[in-house]
């Protein structure tokens, strides 16, 4: 069974860095794509980043160029480094593993999610 465990969240203060770890067991990790994304109350859930497993890495425009994703395939592990957090940075974030159907379509694993609170 595929589990993905999420560290690193806690609270700073705006201007500050972080950085979340997920390392993934009782799966594969190597030639999946992995990502991060982020839940604030009453809204949905969005991703944030993601790498391929080529290390092609893709941002939303609200996070680009102040984080940065990076995986570590020996370990199992991928990270978010989180520079310049913003108070709209506040959220639950989620790692997350994608998979696909023969058809195409994702399948997703996700974590159990970590609390990042940036106060202003």
């Known amino acids: 069974q595929v589990r993905l465990v999420e560290s690193g969240g806690g609270l700073v203060q705006s201007g500050e860095s972080l950085r979340l770890s997920c390392t993934v067991s009782?799966?594969?990790?190597?030639?999946?794509?992995m990502g991060w994304a982020r839940q604030v109350p009453g809204k949905e859930r969005e991703v944030v980043a993601r790498i391929d497993d080529d290390g092609t890495a893709n941002y939303h425009k609200s996070v680009q160029g102040r984080f940065t994703i990076s995986r570590d395939d020996a370990k199992n592990t991928t990270y978010l480094q989180m520079d310049g957090l913003k108070a709209e940075d506040t959220a639950v974030y989620y790692c997350?593993?994608?998979?696909?159907?023969?058809?195409?379509?994702?399948?997703?694993?996700w974590g159990q999610g970590t609390q990042v609170t940036v106060s202003s």
């Open positions: 009782g799966g594969v990790f190597r030639g999946n794509t």
């Open positions: 997350q593993q994608v998979w696909y159907y023969a058809s195409g379509r994702e399948f997703l694993y």
